[in-house]
Each structure stands twice: as C-alpha cells, then as structure tokens.
C-alpha cells in the first residue's frame, strides 16, 4: 500500500503546478484498503480501476492520444482499487485511448492462450475528455 501512495504521489505531480492533489486511503466493505486522490482541477483526472480480480502483480498502463503518449505507467496492485492521476489539460473535446493489463506472471507482457484470447485481466477503451470529467471509472476483463 504504501509503494501505490507513494506512485501516486508522483503521478500527481504531472498535474502540478495546475492541481493540487490530496491522496488519502479509505477502507472498503470488504476492509481492504482503497487509495483515493482528489483534485481541484477539472483537468486533472483520475483513472479509477475498480474489481480488479486478483490482488497480485502490476498494472500496466497507458494513455494515448493519436501518437502522444500521455500516461505510461506500471503501479503494484495491492488493492482491489487502483487509482492513477492524469493530467488531460491539453485534450479536453480530444478521444483518447486507454490500454491496461494485470502482469500476473511478471514477464511485462500481456500473454494470450492458444485462441487468441488473453489469459491476464486487461482492458482497451476509448474516452472523449470532457472538462468537468474527474474520475474515469475503468474495469479490466477477464476472460
């Protein structure tokens, strides 16, 4: 827990001097803890990964937009809630695309199994920025 505050502290200065971010932890139902991080900018999202199913390895981000790499990151899931600070100030009305994938077996790679489909809980959206969007709530599948 206290590795994805520290990450998320240093996420939160992308956002900076626009933002000023406070992260705090928040027990769930369940009595594990959840990171929060709140912002005063607009500008300043957060990508919300909730359910995450196995509560193990790293989760590999990254944001996009056409060929400008906005967010690349990797965080120790450590929480069934992974939240990352994002600072989309110069793509508000723009789409951008979201990748992210669970490295269960640490290899830094999304594996698949023999048909094709990935065996590591992952995800690929796409999200137009709006100005008043603070939280983008995402959810890895599993297939």
């Known amino acids: 827990m206290k590795r994805l505050i520290s990450t998320l502290a240093l996420a939160a200065a992308i956002c900076s001097p ?3 971010a406070a992260i705090s932890t928040v027990p769930s139902e369940g009595g594990e803890a959840i990171v929060s991080a709140t912002s005063e900018d607009s500008n300043c999202a957060m990508l919300r990964f909730d359910e995450i199913p196995i509560i193990e390895g790293k989760l590999y981000v ?3 937009c056409g060929e400008n790499n906005i967010l690349l990151s990797a ?3 450590e929480s069934e809630t992974v939240i990352l600070p994002v600072n989309l100030s ?3 009305g723009k789409e951008i695309g979201i990748k992210a994938f669970q490295d269960l077996n640490d290899n ?3 594996d698949f199994d023999s048909y094709g489909r990935p065996t ?3 995800l690929q959206t796409k999200v137009t920025v ?8 995402l959810k890895l599948i599993q297939y």
């Open 18 to 20: 626009l933002v000023s």
């Open 62 to 64: 990254s944001v996009t």
């Open 75 to 77: 965080t120790e899931v």
């Open 90 to 92: 110069d793509y508000v």
């Open 108 to 110: 830094r790679k999304l």
């Open 120 to 122: 590591e809980p992952c």
């Open 130 to 137: 709006d100005s008043k969007e603070t939280v983008i709530p």
